[in-house]
């Protein structure tokens, strides 16, 4: 059964750093996956895209809103996949979820491309 679990969630103050994990178990091959960060704000309904990474070759994409300020990277011994995020800002405020897809993606930041989901962490940037 593939699992995902996310951690590393909080309150921050804009400007400070928190740094995601995600916890991959029971994918067949890890360096087949392509794993992704997605985000869905208070009210809101969707989930948008936030960075993905093809563990196979280390290929990212990022939001734009989120270039320059958030880094994802994976440890394919340990089957981890985190997301650091820095310079946090209040729209950044939503529960973040990982997902897994085997293989390839065509749409990076498009939930359906996605077959397995963790959870959520939330993260709340506030002063």
């Known amino acids: 059964e593939v699992r995902l679990v996310e951690s590393g969630g909080g309150l921050v103050q804009p400007g400070g750093s928190l740094r995601l994990t995600c916890a991959a178990s029971?994918?067949?091959?890890?360096?087949?996956?392509?794993i992704g960060w997605f985000r869905q704000a208070p009210g809101k309904e969707e989930r948008e895209g936030v960075a993905?990474?093809?563990?196979?070759?280390?290929?990212?994409n990022y939001r734009h809103s989120v270039v320059g300020r958030f880094a994802i990277s994976a440890d394919s011994v340990l089957k981890m996949v985190y997301l650091q995020m820095d310079s946090l800002k209040p729209e950044d405020t939503a529960i973040y979820f990982c997902?897994?897809?085997?293989?390839?993606?065509?749409?990076?930041?498009?939930?359906?491309?996605?077959?397995?989901w963790g959870q959520g962490t939330q993260v709340t940037v506030s002063s």
């Open positions: 029971g994918l067949p091959s890890f360096e087949d996956y392509v």
């Open positions: 993905n990474i093809r563990i196979q070759d280390g290929g990212t």
């Open positions: 997902a897994a897809e085997p293989v390839k993606v065509y749409r990076w930041d498009e939930e359906y491309e996605y077959d397995h």
